[in-house]
């Protein structure tokens, strides 16, 4: 019994300070989500904006450009995964790829050759794993990047965009990313970044009631949507970098909160089975005294005769 009391008591000092650790990474997560979600709410009207500019100047122009022209039969598509450095988040890093997955299959399916790129550790360590191809990774600025960090992710994938498929260019661009839409709601999304859907964008305004602004274009659009291009896809990449990083950590701070229940659970739990103990071993200490009182007794009544 004394044994046993000891592993218990050992087990609660173990989870106790598992518990400390918990909350403490809760109370972390919960203080970096707030702040990501500010510099969401930076960004997103920026991007929007942008994406409607890029809308508006393709849609009022017969150019050509790789930013809003549709290849006749594309042939080489370029997929860009946004992951974390880190883990303990639940199921966040495993519902990103799993949504890359899904649209690699949809792509090659197609007809398209894949191209992957890989924002955060843990992609790269999924697909390390399985020995499958990655075109360029990034890592260590997951949990809180910045604009230059988009620049550097969108430099290949600008570079690529622009080239022509047979000397090793893409025809389109997507990206999966997981979208912060509440504390406790974050989803894997996946969109085409290029060519811009200049059809899906347009009814979207429509549905808002706001209406395309027109441009005069100098010195020519094709230099306009040239100047854009770069631009367009590092906010994009920015603003998706940031609902990434909420999203991370809005998924910590509920794993950690779940943790810290558990562990609380079982210290309860424990303590009851070590109680349960303890009294076990008094009560045994007890019925060996009385036993012993009564031996002796009886040993003292039998030598009076």
Known sequence: ???????????IRSVTATKKITKAMEMIAASRVVKAQRKVAASTPYAQELTRAVTAVGTG??????????AENPTRAAV?????????????????????????????REGRQVDT?????????????RDRTITESWTGFTDEPSYADAKKVAAPLIEAIEKDT??????????VYTEFVSMMTQT????????????????QTQ?????????????????????????YVESRIYNALLQSAASK?????????????????????????????????????????????????????????
């Open 1 to 11: 019994m004394g044994a046993q009391l000891r592993v218990y008591k050992r087990r």
């Open 61 to 70: 122009s017969n150019t050509k450009h790789p930013l809003t022209t549709e």
């Open 80 to 108: 860009l995964l946004l992951t974390s450095d880190r883990g303990l988040a639940g199921a966040f890093n495993a519902n990103a790829i799993k949504a890359a997955e899904q649209l690699t299959e949809r792509l090659e």
């Open 117 to 129: 790129y890989i924002v955060g550790r843990r992609g790269v360590a999924h697909y390390n794993f």
């Open 166 to 175: 047979a000397n090793g260019g893409v025809d389109e661009l997507h990206i």
């Open 188 to 203: 894997a999304v996946e969109s085409q970044l290029l060519p811009v859907r200049l059809d899906e964008v347009a009814e």
């Open 207 to 231: 549905t808002k009631g706001e209406i395309l602004p027109l441009y005069d274009f100098e010195p020519s659009a094709e230099e306009v949507l040239d100047a854009l291009l770069p631009r």
């Open 249 to 305: 950590h809005a998924a910590t701070r509920r794993a950690m909160k779940s943790a810290t229940d558990n562990a609380g659970e079982l210290i309860e739990t424990l303590t009851r089975l070590a109680n349960q103990a303890r009294q076990a071993e008094i009560t045994q200490e007890i019925s060996e005294i009385v036993g012993g009182a009564s031996a002796l007794a009886d040993a003292t009544a039998g030598s009076d005769y």
